[in-house]
């Protein structure tokens, strides 16, 4: 069979997971991409490279120099600019893409959620339910729309310190899930949290908070996704290897 030369632009577990199964791969060679915001899994297999490739030419003008034949899009549900960049220059450049997108969250029953569709939507939501304290757990960087509230006391959870900080006053907790079910009971305890606000990123690793604001009774004010662009969608690890055996080029 051919080579097959793949690029995933990671940024998520799904995206180390499916690098790690293509590196198994017989006769494809995988690149990982990252945008180097965070600290990056020390193991990967294949290939690593780091940063933006310049927009939507700079991304094309890669995909077609090596030239890659298929690309995979694994960056966070929450990725703004990156999906539409991947799109546009995969279309440019005639490579297959598919959109590796986990599955959101759902409520169950007990659940008090408050979908709403974006950050300043759930900061205008805290002021609608009188919420007094706040587990804002959206990310350091994403914490500038609730600057504006008065007289809710905030507490943030990210891996890293907000800087800058951009809300007045705030308790700042730091900490790198995977958490479970007693760390995120023990939190909203300590700090007597009311509600709590996430965006709807899916998955496990974090998903122990919603049980945690369930059994307590809290809101929750769930952040909805941006829309993934036009294009195929895969939700899971598995549903992308067999996409990539499906359209890997023929000899
Ligand atoms: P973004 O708004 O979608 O991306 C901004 C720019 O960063 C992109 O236009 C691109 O620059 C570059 N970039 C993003 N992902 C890249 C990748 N995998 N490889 C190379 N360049 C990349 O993304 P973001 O929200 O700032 O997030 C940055 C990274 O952190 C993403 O990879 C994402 O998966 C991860 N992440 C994001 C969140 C979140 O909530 N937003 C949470 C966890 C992890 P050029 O246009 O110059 O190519």
Redesign the pocket.
Known sequence: MTRTVVLV????SE?TELVGRLAGRENVDVVT??????TEPADLPGEV????????E??AAVLAARPYDLLVD??????????Q?AAAAAAEAGVPRVRLLRPGWHPSPGDRWHRVRDLPAAAEELRRLRSRRVLLT??R??LAPFAGLAGVHLVTRSIEAPDPMPLPEATVVLARGPFDLGDELALLGEHRIDTLVT?D?GGTATAPKLEAARLLGLDVVVVDRPLPPPGPVVGTTAEALAWVDAHRPRP
């Open positions: 632009l990671a940024g998520t995206a991409s990252f945008a180097g915001r965070t490279r780091t940063g933006g490739f310049g927009g939507v700079g991304l694994a960056t966070h549900p929450f990725a703004a600019r990156m999906p960049v959206t990310g960087l994403d965006k990123s």
